[in-house]
């Protein structure tokens, strides 16, 4: 296994697949993983303002993240998707991916990190990860995705990098 930062062709395919087959997302939400990727591609990260970690063996991509600083912020992240394929769960791989995403984020200058989730039930096992990996709830915005649908969000507080 390795990680890889840069977005390939390829990839927006394999972020459709690994988010359809999450069990999490509806159509417009993978149409919109996709979309990102495809942003990163067309424009480039800078433009875009969307960054990735791949974490991928010969077979394909087994995870990712992407992420991205928060206009108007000086070092606060948002963190917009992180996907692990089911037939790798429960094997710390999300775990893995994000303190590499935290990594290339604290090379950057990054010293928050934000995540937000729904409050469905569907989503324990998302809200328990966040906290696993160190995150606090910070915030609730009721009914934000719908009706009983809140927005959770997260942050975790990133440490600077020591310099050599």
């Known amino acids: 296994m390795q990680y890889r930062n840069n977005a390939i062709d390829s990839d927006v395919l394999a972020v459709k697949n690994l988010a359809a087959q999450s069990g999490f997302f509806s159509l417009e939400e993978i149409e919109v993983a996709a979309e990102l990727v ?33 206009p ?3 070092t606060s992240y948002d963190l917009y998707w992180i996907i692990v394929t089911n037939s790798m769960r429960k094997r710390s791989l999300g775990q893995q991916i994000m303190a590499e995403t935290e990594k290339a984020i604290q090379k950057a200058g990054g010293r928050r990190l934000y995540a937000d989730t729904s409050s469905r039930e569907l989503y324990i096992p998302t809200r328990a990860f ?18 009983g649908d809140d927005k959770v969000i997260f942050v975790k507080a990133l440490d600077p990098l020591s310099s050599p």
């Open 38 to 70: 495809q942003a990163n591609l067309s424009k480039g990260e800078s433009v875009s303002g969307y960054s990735f970690i791949f974490l991928e063996t010969k077979q394909g991509v087994l995870g990712y993240t992407c992420y991205g600083r928060i």
């Open 72 to 74: 108007g912020t000086e």
């Open 130 to 147: 966040y906290r696993k990996c160190g995150f606090e709830q910070e915030a609730v915005l009721k009914d934000f995705y719908s009706q």
